[in-house]
């Protein structure tokens, strides 16, 4: 009887012990899934004081960076984008402009455009597309997406295609002109009031069109701001004014020339000898484009 009595006194104290346990081992989870809650919404704390004005210590509050991502359908060795917006790459190819198909310009324009995508932005483009097969327009809508604040300008030499087009294209200002024509450029110097962070020429090609156009519109582009040339294989192409022997014809002044006499003033001298290359910081140069940055105000 006693030793019965002893067995149920043991077996009750032993289920006591456990219901201890398992409330202990309920309060453990409990706090494991508050605090990840808390880590999750980005608290990084458990705390539930009000931290005010007073500075986050460091490693709190910090949202994880976005994920990086390549454009889907890059080739090898673009740039990654610390976005999870559509990568230019992405942008235009829906839209159809030649610069992702014929050329590789995404190179560039990922590169230097990504981190600034989402600022406002004064940009001219030469060149609407008027003589392509595809028509106008595939990279003005390809810029209008890509940059969701920007101050769009397009210069165009078929003033009928304008005209067609001004209707349809609101998203930007477009200027009929030729963009050899340094009166014209000049109009267009006054009437914009310059400061553009962007130019891109992709207009037609020869290299008068070329050099002129980066001569009077080099004054326009803002401190810190990025002038292309696209299209630079014509520097080899005869019937654009290039040298189609090849580099060995030294009565044809090439953009590419050009580009190199900027690039030895800038190594030799940091541009004593032209106005263009004293104002750039530096140039870029791949398959068939190069960028000309300018310098920042204030730096050497
Ligand atoms: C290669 S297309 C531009 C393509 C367009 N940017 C795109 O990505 O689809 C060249 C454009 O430059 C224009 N153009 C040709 N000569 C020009 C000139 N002297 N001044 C301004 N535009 C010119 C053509 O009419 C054509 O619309």
Request: glycine share 10%; charged share 20%; net charge negative.
């Amino acid at each position: 009887m006693a030793a019965s009595r002893l067995h149920y006194m043991l077996l009750a104290a032993a289920s006591i012990l456990l219901l201890i346990g398992i409330a202990h081992q309920h309060d453990q989870v409990r706090e494991t899934l508050n605090n990840a809650w808390h880590k999750g919404a980005g608290g990084g704390s458990t705390s539930t004081t009000d931290q005010g004005d007073s500075p986050e210590p460091e490693g709190h509050g910090v949202a994880a960076p976005p994920p990086s991502k390549a454009p889907s359908n890059a080739a090898p060795g673009t740039p990654f984008v610390a976005s999870d917006a559509p990568s230019f790459h992405e942008i235009a190819l829906k839209h159809g402009t030649d610069k992702v198909t014929t050329h590789q310009y995404w190179f560039m324009y990922d590169k230097y455009f990504s981190a600034i995508r989402d600022k406002k932005l004064k940009m001219l483009e030469i060149g609407l597309g008027c003589n392509m097969a595809y028509g106008p327009g595939k990279s003005y809508y390809t810029w209008l997406e890509y940059f969701p604040y920007v101050d769009l300008y397009y210069m165009e030499y078929d003033a009928a295609c304008v005209d067609k087009w001004a209707a349809e294209a609101s998203g930007a200002t477009i200027y009929a002109g030729d963009q050899a024509d340094k009166v014209f450029l000049q109009k267009f110097i006054d009437e914009t009031g310059g400061d553009f962070d962007i130019i891109i020429d992709d207009g037609g090609h020869t290299m008068n069109q070329q050099q002129v156009s980066l001569e009077m519109l080099w004054k326009i582009v803002k401190p810190g701001g990025m002038y292309f040339v696209e299209d630079l294989q014509t520097s080899f192409m005869g019937v654009y004014g290039g040298d189609g022997t090849g580099g060995k014809d030294h009565s044809k002044h090439t953009m590419s020339k050009f580009i190199y006499e900027l690039l030895n003033d800038k190594l030799e001298g940091d541009g004593t000898r032209h106005a263009i290359s004293a104002e750039m910081r530096g140039i870029d140069c791949m398959r068939e484009v190069c960028m000309f940055h300018k310098k920042e105000k204030g730096t050497i």
